[in-house]
């Protein structure tokens, strides 16, 4: 992918001045994009890439889906029109997405989470095939279909031992479970077989994905951020709260601006027709060597793993803070928000619990 290098990654550094640069009057699409799930994390780098002048395919005009409106600090863009509905609702999904008939690419990263599996399956395939049934029909150029899922592919329920051991690869089989990822492949598959091998789709399944958008409902960074900020105002330190495993394990991140351009890829090369992926960076790191990392970028002293008599719940420690997120909006300009909005401690909690490398509770949240 060698955009990749040529500076599509943090896209959203350049995205104002390139935006501004054209008119819709003046442009000519080469390809339409549908990205549903825009305000979540590898939504919010798509919709900061396809723009890009250098990007495979271009150029791209991209309708971006998302159940409620963009937030406030989103620039307006000629090339991008904000679409916001409730998927869960055909009615209103059809009202939407049927006179986009120009789609040529759907990249599908949007999902909903339930009480149990069952209702996690039963939701989110109702809601891809809300949009394939209209789209597929509708779209004489549609060309390709990508579905963002994630390694919990392999594992399965959290709750249970995984079946097949690390590394994964893309050939093994499903496993004999209840799992939403699978029930979303079989509504790709069957909803594009309509239009008898004239779509192809890709499937991608990151890791935890690491990127920056606070509309999205899972984003560790954007919490671990906020914790920070919070640390800095009370003056405390950066404290480790999880355990030693999430400490010290390994893990293997996918960048959300990689994930994204891993997408558009799958595109637009008649070579990653019809296959599924695995994709992360390919790096393996660990808590323990960036935590100092997220310390020192806000100027914070920091304490590593202090043993299981020491670990605290962030959903506990920051209980009671909305004034003082407040205080920091304000003497930082910020745009107004509340902590709520920008930060699910539950997520940190859960993925400082972990043991590990490609441990199943991280990509609890990937999808």
């Given at each position: ?19 501004a640069a ?108 809300n ?28 709750s ?26 079989d ?106 990392i ?20 962030l ?53």
């Open positions: 992918m060698s955009w990749w290098w040529a500076g599509a990654i943090g896209a959203a550094w350049k995205r104002q001045d390139d935006r054209v008119s819709p009057s003046q442009q000519a699409f080469k390809s339409v994009a549908l990205v549903v799930g825009s305000t979540g994390i590898v939504g919010a780098s798509l919709v900061d890439i396809l723009p890009q002048p250098d990007t495979p395919g271009g150029p791209w005009k991209v309708y971006a889906l998302s159940r409620r409106p963009p937030p406030p600090w989103s620039p307006p863009s000629s090339s991008v029109t904000p679409i916001h509905v409730d998927l869960t609702d055909y009615a209103a999904a059809a009202a939407a997405l049927a006179p986009l008939t120009d789609i040529t690419h759907v990249f599908y990263v949007a999902w909903t989470w339930r009480a149990t599996e069952e209702e996690n399956c039963e939701a989110n395939a109702a809601m891809l095939r949009v394939l049934s209209i789209v597929v029909p509708n779209c004489p150029a549609l060309v390709h279909v990508t579905l963002q899922t994630g390694t919990r592919h392999y594992f399965g329920r959290f249970e031992t995984p079946v097949h051991d690390p590394p994964y690869t893309e050939d093994m089989p499903r496993l004999d479970m209840p799992i939403f990822y699978y029930d979303q492949e509504v790709l598959f069957q909803s594009i077989a309509r239009r008898s091998g004239a779509v192809s789709w890709s499937v991608h399944r990151p890791n935890i994905i690491l990127g920056f958008s606070p509309r999205g409902a899972i984003n560790l960074v954007c919490c671990l951020c906020v914790y920070a900020a919070v640390c800095r105002k009370e003056g405390a330190p950066l404290r480790w709260p999880g355990t030693r495993g999430g400490w010290e394990g390994f893990i293997t991140p996918s960048d959300a601006d990689l994930v994204a351009e891993h997408h558009i890829w799958a595109g637009v090369d008649p070579m990653a027709k019809n296959e599924a992926f695995n994709c992360s960076n390919g790096d393996v790191c660990t808590w323990k060597k960036l935590w100092p997220l310390a020192g970028r806000f100027g914070l002293e920091w304490a590593g793993y202090e043993g299981e008599e020491k670990r605290f719940k959903t506990e420690a920051m209980a009671g803070k909305e004034a003082l997120w407040e205080e920091i909006v304000e003497e930082n300009e910020l745009v107004a928000t509340h902590v709520s909005e920008v930060a699910n401690w539950w997520v940190i909690d859960i993925t400082v619990d972990q043991h590990g490398l490609n441990s199943p509770i991280l990509d609890k949240w990937t999808a």
